[in-house]
């Protein structure tokens, strides 16, 4: 059962990735089927269940994306 | 249910013109996030290089003021002058910081400003294409040095934070880097540290933050992260180098 | 007020500080050093800050700093020092800020000398820095009207929101004159609610700036300052004339070398020959409206300056082609004297008077 919610500002993502790189989890991924108003694969989660609201995806945002709530 | 992460008050909700996975953007971040927590957003006026982050007054959500090439430090000090009980701060590029620079970033220090610098140190110059700057690693090619950088020709790269650690005005001095949630964590550490620094008018403060270009180094945002931790950070050791404990 | 005797440069200060001005950003360079030492040693007197930069470049930009703070800031220096402030100098003009700068003028180009030059004619009146700007440019020719017009350039500063310059030489920074500080009239300043000094929470934030990457807003930035400077030269020409009832030449002479030629007309008056001055106070706004009406007797212009005749083309400008324009100038340090003048006058009038 997830312990945290992750929710995306997808329009104003750049798809750097660079919240993929530390999940403990692994579950933040790019969604290579879907491009934003920007041009780019947003980032999503793979497994929302599996999130622990660890935030550490949106530490590693530049762009403010995400916001990170935890039960 | 608790919010354990959003977007601080201490940035405007202009999305910024920095390429995808450029480190500018969580560097802006984390200054911004320690003047919210630090409560003077409203005394703060903060100064723009010109660099990549030239458009840093549209970000921070604060006074601000832009500066010529390398001047800020200069700037800021004006503006200090001008209002002592006023949080000044300086965030910087190392084109800016450290080349055309050099001589306002030490002097600011030498006469102990109590301003805070934010030195972001990507080893290029981003904004203009990907020359070749004074904190460019031996043989990393750039655009001014496509063969790589032979110290022969060019020299070595600057260490800016152990030189200006040397000069009793800079009562606070840390070289942190964002490639991890870990890194980026003790770098607003060290980014709160030399605010409070500033607020207790103690002298001049900065925090120079290892940071990507993964446009001009020529590769992925994330595969910028492990070139940042494997080449950069051996040549730039993070840590503290002066605190007020230590501070003359 | 009782008059007091005063060296320029000195007075200089004093007359700042009677302004208001408490923020003073300084660079030592010859010969006007007893400028920065005086405000080293006044200013915190009256609760006002003077630094010592590290150099002419980081100077003006604290000023321009302070001048972002809504504060009333001056530098000064000389002619080479002038041309590294210029980088400043541009940003303060773009970004609109109120600061004062005192040259004192010494020879060019290069290190050139320490003695005094006018050879700054075209730096200060052109730009000197990079765009489309224009500063007001004082130039006073005794100690008095130094103090005077410095005391005003603090006021047209804050008025306009553009940085204003007064230009001195060697010699009037350097001679001794008895000053008076007269009580100043309150003039009605707007104010500076657009100053970057922390919102407070009560506000947007203010931006002090002079970035414009869209062309359009640059242009309509260029078109807005330019109106600015149009009512700044429909406003603030300033000037003197002197024995311009029937001159057969009338000199043009501004600074210190006017009293060199007022003295030279006096002595040819002696003999029965007519000669006028037209001495422009303001440079830049150059004071076109002295040159509309010209008495009928003159039949040429003369250009009297210390340096090579770089006041020649402002007064071309004014002229219209309607009489010819001549030249008499030293330069590199050298002063006119009164009997120089007089030598080109006559020569310039066939020798035989």
Redesign the interface.
């Known amino acids: 059962m997830a312990k945290?919610?992750v929710i995306f500002n997808e329009d104003?993502c750049?798809?750097?990735?660079?919240c993929?790189?530390?999940c403990p989890v692994n579950i933040v991924v790019l969604d290579t089927s879907r491009i934003n108003q920007k041009g780019?694969h947003p980032a999503t989660l793979s497994d929302p269940d599996k999130c622990i609201?660890c935030?550490?995806c949106?530490?590693?945002?530049?762009?403010?994306v995400?916001?990170?709530?935890?039960? | 249910m608790a919010v354990v992460f959003q977007k601080t008050k201490g940035l405007t909700d202009k999305q910024t013109h920095y390429c995808p996975g450029c480190t500018h953007g969580i560097i802006h971040r984390l200054v911004a996030e320690v003047l919210e927590e630090l409560d003077v957003l409203g005394e703060t006026v903060g100064v723009a290089p010109v660099g990549c982050s030239v458009l840093a007054y549209e970000y921070f959500n604060c006074d601000m003021q832009e500066a010529a090439h390398g001047r800020a430090p200069a700037v800021a000090t004006g503006i200090k002058r001008a209002l002592p009980d006023k949080v000044v701060f300086s965030y910087q590029g190392d084109g800016d910081l450290a080349s055309i620079g050099t001589a306002e970033i030490v002097h600011v220090a030498h006469r102990a400003e109590k301003i805070t610098t934010i030195f972001v140190n990507n080893a290029i110059y981003g904004m203009t294409g990907g020359q070749m700057a004074p904190t460019t690693l031996i043989g990393q090619k750039t655009t001014t040095s496509p063969y790589g950088r032979d110290s022969n020709i060019t020299g070595f790269p600057l260490r800016i934070s152990e030189m200006l650690a040397t000069i009793d005005g800079a009562v606070f001095v840390e070289r942190v880097s964002v490639h991890n949630p870990a890194a980026i964590r003790k770098a607003k550490k060290a980014i709160k540290k030399a605010f409070e620094v500033q607020l207790e008018g103690k002298g001049f403060g900065i925090v120079e933050v290892l940071s990507t270009c993964p446009t001009n180094w020529g590769m992925t945002p994330v595969n910028a992260l492990g070139w940042l931790e494997e080449n950069m950070i051996p040549y730039y050791p993070l840590g503290n180098f002066k605190s007020p404990e230590e501070a003359k | 007020m009782a008059k007091v005797l005063m060296k320029g440069n000195e007075a200089i200060g004093a007359a700042a500080i009677n302004a208001g001005c408490r923020y003073f950003f300084g660079y030592p360079i010859t010969p006007q050093n007893e400028l920065p030492e005086y405000m080293s040693r006044e200013l915190p007197k009256v609760g006002g800050v003077f630094v010592q930069a590290e150099s002419e470049v980081a100077a003006i930009n604290m000023v321009y700093g302070a001048a972002g703070s809504g504060v009333r800031v001056m530098t000064s220096s000389s002619s080479p020092g002038i041309a590294l402030k210029q980088e400043g100098i541009s940003y303060i003009a773009g970004a609109e800020l109120p600061a004062v700068i005192v040259n004192i003028v010494r020879g060019g180009p290069g290190l050139g000398s320490i003695q005094p030059s006018q050879s700054d004619y075209n730096q200060s009146t052109r730009g000197g820095g990079d765009g489309d700007y224009h500063l007001l440019v004082y130039a006073p020719a005794n100690i008095q009207e130094m103090v005077d017009l410095l005391q005003d350039a603090f006021d047209k500063a804050d008025y306009y929101r553009n940085p204003v310059m007064v230009m001195g030489d060697g010699m009037i920074g350097q001679m001794m004159e008895p000053v008076e500080f007269k009580e100043r009239p309150e003039v009605d300043l707007p104010a500076k609610d657009w100053a970057a000094t922390g919102t407070e929470g009560k506000r947007a934030p203010n931006v002090i700036n002079s970035l414009f990457l869209k062309p359009e807003e640059l242009e309509d930035h260029n078109i807005r300052l330019t109106e600015k400077y149009d009512i700044m030269k429909n406003n603030e020409q300033r000037w003197e004339t002197y024995n311009m009832e029937k001159p057969e030449i009338i000199c043009v002479a501004y600074g210190t070398t006017a009293r060199i030629v007022k003295s030279a007309i006096d002595t040819l008056k002696g003999e029965g020959i007519e000669i006028g001055l037209i001495r422009p106070i303001t440079v830049w706004p150059f004071p076109e409206k002295a040159f509309v009406e010209l008495p009928e007797s003159a039949k040429m212009f003369l250009s009297v300056e210390m340096s090579m005749g770089q006041m020649i083309d402002d007064i071309k400008i004014v002229n219209q082609g309607r009489l010819p324009v001549e030249f008499y100038g030293r330069s590199g340090g050298m002063i006119p004297s009164p009997d120089g003048v007089v030598g080109k006058i006559r020569a310039l009038l066939g020798g035989a008077k």
């Open positions: 945290g919610i104003i750049k798809g750097c990735a660079l993929t790189t530390n780019y609201g935030a550490n949106a530490m590693m945002c530049p762009d403010n995400i916001t990170v709530e935890r039960f």
